[in-house]
Every structure is written in structure tokens, then in C-alpha cells.
């Protein structure tokens, strides 16, 4: 087969934009001996091209406007690795019309504005893919589409956030409280200045929103998820759960069965046992049980320049062989589709353990009254832990794990019980794995 040029256009040179350009420029002998394809980095656009990225350009043409990539009819595919909705919505857009395939790792893209996005990937003919969007390296995205194509996707649990991650771990394996925790992520570089996408686990969201919608050949919306961050997770919640065999993790949890897709994203008690539960600091892991495959787990770095940029050419070379074969079906995007709409369960109908940390006055009675409001709506209990050596102004902490209920049923019991004059406002309910 006569071997063919591919042309490519960078929108973004930051630091993911520069890992692409690192790898096409540096591995491009590698590329064409494993594909049969050249590579050619053609364009690249960035509004500053002062500061030294650490790889030649010179062969690259640098533009300042968008214009120059998405209107050059040599250009095969367009890279965005500018990030956020807006202008990257736009220049995605216009490149998909004007018959240019697209890769991004843009998830909040993806998640909000998916369906638009496909639908004109579809009328022109075009691919738009998206592999370095969730778990940076990690082939999740193809390993969903591809590795487990012969299978329905019955339950995923990721860990897809490695602020979170990194946050608990150090709260878990070194007893920190979440402040210090946090604080620690964000000199190491592991969390922004402003750390509110992660912690209140919107940028899980954003990833199961992906997933979720390749299990289910649909589109999920991002409101179809119910969301809840780290953020009320404390030092002493981490030593509850080591003392009953848990640890705690941000879990991004997608479920079928009877029809309908359980999406959820909030903090987890996951069994010490379980693989899991050993993932630690910023890593990254996506376990996923098909029905044929059985139980697999994907795992290994979540972010960084290169095992990113090592995602996004993975889906160049995808798309590359595509238009040398003349394919462009656009068969992995319809993989998906835009005009369909999973049925999801309602949160308040999913059934789950819970763990509850409640604050009680120190008092003969108080146990049994919060037993008997639980038993009033059908909650029976598992264990209860009461410590003694932390009590503050008379009251103390009570931990109790409840057997399977409903989350309108624990709603209910939770709002007669923090109504008790004994009762701290300060509770915090988690879920156990399941």
C-alpha cells in the first residue's frame, strides 16, 4: 500500500499541546515504521510563541488564528488541546464542517456539549474521538469501544479523578486532615489554585458522563448524574472506615440493570479487599464488568504532559489509518448515539449501605431514639462505633453502617434525625461499595 502523508493541526500548545508536538516531532520515525503513515505536524496555534516549550518548532508553521488551521484544506486532522467550552466549542465545530476529523481530550467538552458534537461528526462524515479525555493514559475510552466491544457493559467504578485521589490517599495512609491534604495537592502540583472542579467531583462527572454513554451506545446528560465531592470528608470519617476494613474513595459509578443506568459520582467506602481501594495518590483506575469478559480493571496515570499526549496520538493513528484506508464511516463516534437517551434511574429509587457520622449529646437514650427513627422507615442497622475520647462540648461522635436502603428512605430518616435537639447539625452519610 503506498504510504501516505497525514497532516495535522494543533489548537493549543500548552502543556498537554506540547507533549502532542513532543511526540510527533520526536517519535516520528517510530510512527511511520509501526503505521506506514508520515506524520507531519503542520500547524500549531498559540497566542504566545515567546516562551521556550522545550521542543523545535522550526518545522512547524506557528499561527496566532484559528483560521489558519481550520480553513487550510491540507489539513487532515485537527488536535484541540485548548480546554474549556469556549472558543474550543467553536473551533471543533468549524473543523468537523469543513470535513476535518477531530481529536480532543477536552471531557467538559464532550460531556456538555457531546450530542452536538457527534450529530456533526455524523452529517459530515467525520470523527471526532476523544481517548485522552478520561484516565489521561489509560486506554479506557478504546478498551470500552474496542477490547470490550463483544460485551454489554454491566456495572463500571472509577476512580477518574487524581486530586481526589491524591487528597484521600494522604488522609488515609498518613492522617492528614482534608485542609492539609488538599493544601499538599496543590504545591505539588496535583490540584489548581481554585480546586472546586475536583473536590466537588464535577470533573468525575464529566468522565462517567463519557463512559456511561459508551456502555449505552447513548447519549447521557450530565444533569442524569447525581454528584457529590470530598469536601465533608474528615480525618476521622478516614479512621472509621479503616477500623471496619474501608477505604474511602471518590467513585464515579455506573450501573445497569432492568433497563435503566444507575450514575453516580460521590465519596465510597470500598472494601479494603478490593483492588480498588489500593489505588493510590494521583493514579487513576476504571473497573469494568462485562458480561462475557467477566471483571477487568484499567489502570495507571491519570494526567500528566506525556501519558496524555501518548492518549491523543493513539487516536491520531486511529483516524490516520481511517483516511488511509479510505474508511471514514465513522464508525467509533456512532459507537454512540447522539439522538438517543438512556433511561436513568432515579437516585432517590437506588438502594445502598450507608455510613452515617452523626454528633449525639452524651445522654442515656439518644442511641436508642436514632434506632428507633431508622427502624420507622425500614433501615436496620449493621454496627455502631461510639468514641468516647473525642468529645467536644458534651457530645461525641456515633458512626453506624446501615444494612441496604433506599436513598429516599435514609433522606426521611436522616431529616427527623439531625431534627433532634441531641444532634449536631455537623453528619456525614457516605455509601459502602456494592
Known amino acids: 500500500m503506498e504510504k501516505r502523508e497525514v497532516s495535522i493541526g494543533l489548537l493549543g500548545v500548552g502543556t498537554v499541546g506540547t507533549g502532542v508536538a513532543k511526540i510527533l516531532l520526536n517519535q516520528a520515525e517510530l510512527l511511520e515504521h509501526r503505521t506506514g503513515i508520515s506524520f507531519r505536524l503542520k500547524s500549531a496555534l498559540d497566542l504566545d510563541w515567546s516562551r521556550d516549550r522545550g521542543v523545535d518548532l522550526s518545522s512547524v508553521r506557528c499561527v496566532t488564528s484559528a483560521d489558519e488551521i481550520l480553513d487550510d484544506p491540507e489539513i487532515d486532522i485537527v488536535v484541540e488541546t485548548i480546554g474549556g467550552c469556549d472558543p474550543a466549542y467553536q473551533y471543533i465545530l468549524r473543523a468537523l464542517n469543513n470535513s476535518k476529523h477531530v481529536v480532543t481530550a477536552n471531557k467538559a467538552l464532550i460531556a456538555t456539549k457531546g450530542r452536538e458534537l457527534f450529530s456533526a461528526a455524523n452529517a459530515s462524515n467525520t470523527d471526532i474521538l476523544f481517548e485522552a479525555s478520561v484516565g489521561g493514559g489509560i486506554p479506557i475510552v478504546k478498551g470500552l469501544r474496542e477490547g470490550l466491544v463483544a460485551n454489554r457493559i ?78 465533608g470528608v474528615t480525618k476521622l470519617d478516614v479512621d472509621f472506615a479503616k477500623s471496619f476494613g474501608y477505604t474511602i474513595k471518590l467513585l464515579a459509578i455506573c450501573r445497569m440493570g432492568d433497563g435503566e443506568m444507575d450514575l453516580r459520582v460521590h465519596p465510597t467506602l470500598v472494601p479494603d479487599s478490593h483492588l480498588l481501594a489500593s489505588v493510590s495518590h494521583e493514579l487513576n483506575a476504571v473497573f469494568v464488568e462485562g458480561d462475557s469478559v467477566g471483571k477487568t480493571m484499567f489502570y495507571g496515570p ?131 461499595f456494592q
Open 154 to 231: 454491566l456495572n463500571i467504578y472509577g476512580i477518574v479523578n487524581g486530586t481526589s485521589n491524591y487528597i484521600l490517599t494522604r488522609m488515609h495512609q498518613d492522617g492528614l486532615e482534608f485542609e492539609d491534604a488538599l493544601r499538599e495537592a496543590q504545591d505539588r502540583g496535583f490540584a489548581e489554585a481554585d480546586p472546586t472542579l475536583d473536590i466537588s467531583g464535577e470533573d468525575a462527572a464529566h468522565k462517567l458522563v463519557i463512559l456511561a454513554s459508551i456502555a449505552a451506545s447513548k447519549m447521557v446528560d450530565l444533569s442524569d448524574i447525581y454528584t457529590e465531592g470530598i469536601a
Open 302 to 432: 491519570g494526567a500528566g504532559q506525556l501519558p496524555t499526549a501518548s492518549a491523543i496520538i493513539s487516536d491520531i493513528v486511529d483516524l490516520a489509518r481511517d483516511i488511509q484506508l479510505r474508511a471514514n464511516s465513522g464508525y467509533r463516534t456512532r459507537t454512540i448515539d447522539p439522538f438517543a437517551h438512556p433511561t436513568v434511574k432515579p437516585v432517590k429509587s437506588v438502594s445502598s449501605r450507608f455510613y452515617l457520622r452523626l454528633y449525639t449529646y452524651d445522654a442515656p437514650g439518644i442511641l436508642a431514639r436514632i434506632s428507633g427513627i431508622l427502624g420507622a422507615h425500614e433501615i436496620s442497622i449493621s454496627s455502631v462505633v461510639q468514641l468516647e475520647t473525642h468529645v467536644h462540648d458534651n457530645y461525641v461522635p456515633l458512626v453506624i453502617l446501615t444494612h441496604s436502603a433506599r436513598e429516599d428512605q435514609m433522606e426521611r430518616a436522616l431529616a427527623e434525625i439531625t431534627s433532634l435537639e441531641v444532634i449536631l447539625p455537623d453528619y456525614l452519610r457516605l455509601r459502602l
